[in-house]
């Protein structure tokens, strides 16, 4: 049974400041690794994807991968309200094809 | 920006009545997929199709549901017999050759 654990929240960060946010996955053969926000009744939005051990660097966002701690995390720079959403995880196995495991995701909010 | 669409928005039918929820993906992606969230929950896996043809399901896709690329823009869930536990926000997904899934707003059934 593949898994992907996050934190659920409420995260509460200072407007301006940085926003962590943790994931765990269960499954070694997971080779790609997706953030998505999603704010409330809304759709999820792929904000950041990465698939080799390191950091992703994309404006305020960077996300981080190590593969063999099973480890990935975002950082949102300047945090901003409009931050303010959920953040999910989410891992396959790098096919096409793949669906995707979803963590429950994090409640960010960024306190003005 | 092209992107992923869904109609209804919003589905309301009664339990043992079939469904069927559409999509469009993105134009020039070859990977579509089905996802679900129930209120609260993480966001599911249902069925990956590719080349006109399911490449992955999970356990959740069983006998009731099938889906159908029925002309070459829309993409098709189709729920035989709802029950009320089929009661959730279903998301399509698309993706190209680079594997990032991109969803679309979602169509939320409610079965009464």
Known sequence: QKEVEQNSGPLSVPEGAIASLNCTYSDRGSQSFFWYRQYSGKSPELIMFIYSNGDKEDGRFTAQLNKASQYVSLLIRDSQPSDSATYLCAVNSGGGADGLTFGKGTHLIIQP | ?112
């Open chain 2, 1 to 112: 920006e092209p992107e992923v669409t869904q109609t209804p928005s919003h589905q309301v039918t009664q339990m043992g009545q079939e469904v069927i929820l559409r999509c469009v993906p993105i134009s020039n992606h070859l990977y579509f997929y089905w996802y679900r969230q129930i209120l609260g929950q993480k966001v599911e896996f249902l069925v990956s199709f590719y080349n006109n043809e399911i490449s992955e399901k999970s356990e959740i896709f069983d006998d009731q549901f099938s889906v159908e690329r029925p002309d070459g823009s829309n993409f098709t869930l189709k729920i035989r017999s709802t029950k009320l536990e089929d009661s959730a926000m279903y998301f399509c997904a698309s993706s190209a050759l680079t594997y990032e899934q991109y969803f679309g707003p979602g169509t939320r059934l409610t079965v009464t």
